[in-house]
């Protein structure tokens, strides 16, 4: 059971963990054993989440989520195959947590009269000065 917020618990039976091959540092270990993970988890067809969270994460503009919807995530920052699936198991409540975060709906606003007023005499005085850098000041 992987424990999201303490409201949103997902059961192991969803997750699917592949034990793969990990490249990088391990001497003759490294051929031998699978200590990284590939953890996938069917977002589109989770039945743990709400459906406000399924489509902030669908939404979401991230790479390691396929057209199919199931978000995959690999592990192999360590050598050992039980770390790296603790790992995976943390980034992907990570992300979770992330879209669990509402976004606030932008308000627009018109910039007020003053602030206008305040632009446009910036720009004149900005122009008065460049304006007297172009006199010819060659003494006649």
């Not at 997902?10 to 391990?26: H, M, N, W």
């Not at 994460?57 to 690999?74: E, F, S």
């Not at 943390?90 to 910039?111: F, G």
Request: glycine letters at 4%; a positive charge; charged letters at 40%.
């Amino acid at each position: 059971m992987l424990d999201i917020d303490g409201k949103i618990e997902i059961p192991d039976d969803e997750l699917v963990e592949r034990f793969v091959r990990s490249a990088g540092p391990g001497g003759q270990n490294v051929n031998k054993v699978a200590s990284a993970v590939e953890l996938r988890f069917d977002v589109r067809s989770s039945p743990s989440l709400t459906d406000a969270l399924r489509e902030r994460l669908l939404a979401r503009r991230d790479r390691r989520l396929t057209d199919d919807g199931v978000l995959v995530i690999q592990a192999n920052r360590f050598r050992d195959q039980a770390k790296n699936r603790d790992d995976a198991r943390a980034r992907l409540a990570e992300v979770i947590r992330a879209a669990l975060v509402v976004p606030k709906k932008r308000i627009a606003t018109k910039p007020s009269r003053a602030a206008k007023q305040r632009r446009i005499d910036a720009k004149k005085t900005r122009s008065t000065i460049k304006r007297s850098r172009g006199r010819d000041w060659s003494g006649e």
